[in-house]
């Protein structure tokens, strides 16, 4: 079955640095990989799509790469600050087309 | 202009009541899809409808649970005789098109159900 593998330790870091996220995939090529942003208590918000003829994507401070052949898509936040933490999930869109598969997401706490 | 609407925002049943969530999508939105969350879990897709029909419920357990999205009023999902292993956040998305035509969904802030 199609599977989203994230890192499920959470991940800290200092104000200012860079933080790299990692979402795997098995099973399946999808078309496109999604990243969300969710905070405690509130839904998924839609941060960036890469599609599979994209290496790289960016979006002000948000950068995502997509490499088919590793079957892995990094999200990247750089000059990260306190505001920044949340939960961050990859998604793709099953075979069917009606649905989207998630990952458990990966927590990130940036220090000030 | 208002995103999607979910209530209740909390609901507490006990084992063997009924609970009913409702989602009102973003406005000139016809397709709306159902998720359901556990802690420390990914969501997971339960069902997928249009207005008036229901195009796949492949996620959706064939007991108990069920869905509707009349043609006027906010999608319903209905979960019968609930019991612990039902506690969970609950989330509605919407998407102006179906997911085969379009990349995003708007999703809602989400039912926290709790079974006692």
């Known amino acids: 079955s199609q599977k989203i593998e994230q890192n499920s330790e959470a991940l800290n870091i200092q104000e200012g640095k860079t933080a790299t996220l990692t979402c795997n995939y098995t099973?399946?090529?999808?078309?496109?990989l999604q990243w969300y942003r969710q905070d405690p208590g509130r839904g998924p918000v839609f941060l960036l799509l890469i599609r599979e003829n994209e290496k790289e994507k960016r979006k002000e401070r948000l950068k995502v790469t997509f490499d088919t052949t590793l079957k892995q898509s990094l999200f990247h936040i750089t000059a990260s600050q306190p505001a920044d933490s949340a939960t961050y999930l990859c998604a793709h869109p099953s075979g069917g087309g009606f649905k989207t598969i998630f990952g458990a997401g990966t927590r990130l706490f940036v220090k000030a | 202009n208002a995103g999607v609407m979910q209530n209740p925002r909390h609901l507490v049943r006990r084992r063997g009541q009924e609970a009913r969530l409702r989602c009102s999508p973003v406005k000139g939105h016809s397709h709306v899809y159902w998720y359901r969350q556990l802690p420390e879990e990914g969501l997971k897709f339960m069902v997928y409808?249009?207005?008036?029909?229901?195009?796949?419920e492949s996620g959706m357990p064939k007991e108990r649970f069920s869905a509707e999205f009349p043609k006027e009023g906010p999608s319903i999902l209905r979960i019968q005789q609930v019991v612990r292993g039902d506690s969970a956040a609950y989330f509605c998305a919407s998407s102006p098109d179906g997911l085969d035509r379009t990349d995003t969904q708007y999703f809602g802030p989400g039912t926290r159900l709790t079974v006692l």
């Open positions: 409808l249009q207005k008036e029909n229901i195009i796949d």
């Open positions: 099973n399946y090529s999808p078309a496109y």
